[in-house]
C-alpha cells in the first residue's frame, strides 16, 4: 500500500509520495499506473520527494509515459507546499535538489498554509547542443523547423530540460495535438523536446499552450513558460517580467538582468491524501 497526495501547479498534477524514509520500487511502472485517468489516480505523473546530501530535499519526476523527467516548475511549486504543509521543514526558503541541479524555494504562507511559490530556476540554457538540439548554429532562435509539410520559427532553450517555442497567431485554435507530438518528435531534438505554442497579447502578456514530452497537452508546464519568456525577449515581443497564461492559470515569470536567472511564481494546490494497493 503505497500513501500519497495528489496535488496540482495551475492543474498540471502529479501524484507526491514521501521518500523520505522509504523508497518506492520501479517508479517508471507506478507513474504509468498511478497516472492513468481511468484505471489510477489520473495526474500528468508521479513525484517521489527524497533525501539529499547537497540540499535540503530531493525531488524525482516521472511523466505519464514512465520517462523520466529532468524537471518540472509546476511540480517543484507543490514539492515546496508538500514538505512545509506537512511539517518536514519549518524553512520558508528551501532548496531542492533536481537532475537540472538545485532550485531555490521562496515559500509565501497564509494561516501556516504554502499558498505561493516564488522558485528560482537558474540560468537559460541557449547554446544549442546543451539544449540539446542538433544545430551547429550558436543560438536557435527563429529558425525553420519543417513539421507536417509547414515551416515553424522556431526558438530553442533549456531551463533544464528542453523547450522548442513556436509563435502562432491564434493559440487556442492552433492545432496543438496534430504539430505537438511531431514537434515533440522532430530528429532536431535528440532527447525529444517540450514544445510551446505562443500568442503575444502584449509586451507584459504571452498566452501559451504546451505539449509536454512525455505527457501530451497539459494545463500548464512552469519551465515551458519560462522557456517562453526568455525566447520572447530573445525575439524582440516581450518585456523581461510577464505574465504568462495557461490553460491552468497565470504564472509570473521574470528574466533578472543582473543575474541572468529567470524566477517563477505561481500558486500550489493540494487536492486530496490517499492510498492506493501497488
Known amino acids: 500500500m503505497m500513501k500519497f497526495t ?10 507526491y509520495v514521501d521518500c523520505l524514509n522509504g523508497i518506492v520500487e520501479n517508479p517508471s511502472e507506478i507513474a504509468k499506473f498511478v497516472s492513468d485517468r481511468h484505471f489510477g489516480i489520473g495526474s500528468d505523473g508521479l513525484v517521489l520527494i527524497l533525501p539529499s546530501a547537497i540540499a535540503d530535499f530531493k525531488m524525482r519526476m516521472f511523466n505519464s509515459d514512465g520517462s523520466e523527467a529532468e524537471m518540472c516548475g509546476n ?22 535538489e533536481t537532475l537540472a541541479g538545485i532550485k ?11 499558498t505561493l511559490v516564488k522558485v528560482d530556476m537558474g540560468e537559460p540554457i541557449l547554446i544549442p547542443k546543451n539544449i540539446p538540439v542538433n544545430s551547429e548554429l550558436e543560438r536557435f532562435i527563429s529558425e525553420p523547423v519543417e513539421v507536417n509539410g509547414e515551416v515553424f520559427k522556431v526558438t530553442c532553450v533549456s531551463m533544464g530540460n528542453p523547450h522548442a517555442v513556436t509563435y502562432v497567431d491564434d493559440v ?4 496543438l495535438e496534430v504539430i505537438g507530438p511531431k514537434m515533440e518528435t522532430h530528429c532536431l531534438y535528440p532527447r525529444k523536446i517540450n514544445a510551446e505554442f505562443v500568442e503575444v497579447l502584449d509586451p507584459r502578456t504571452l498566452k501559451m499552450r504546451v ?15 519560462c522557456a517562453v519568456l526568455v525566447a520572447s525577449v530573445l525575439n ?9 497564461k495557461l490553460l491552468g492559470g497565470d504564472l509570473i515569470i521574470e528574466w533578472n538582468e543582473s543575474d541572468n ?18
Open 6 to 15: 495528489k496535488m496540482h501547479g495551475l492543474g498540471n498534477d502529479y501524484i
Open 75 to 96: 511540480a517543484i511549486r507543490c514539492v515546496g507546499k508538500f514538505v512545509y504543509d506537512n511539517g518536514l521543514t519549518d524553512k520558508k526558503v528551501i532548496k531542492v
Open 104 to 114: 531555490v524555494l521562496d515559500m509565501t504562507v497564509v494561516e501556516g498554509k504554502v
Open 172 to 175: 487556442t485554435k492552433f492545432p
Open 211 to 225: 505539449w509536454e514530452r512525455g505527457a501530451g497537452e497539459t494545463m500548464a508546464c512552469g519551465t515551458g513558460a
Open 236 to 244: 524582440g515581443v516581450s518585456e523581461r517580467k510577464a505574465v504568462v
Open 261 to 278: 536567472h529567470v524566477y517563477m511564481t505561481g500558486p500550489a494546490t493540494k487536492v486530496f491524501d490517499g492510498e492506493i494497493d501497488i
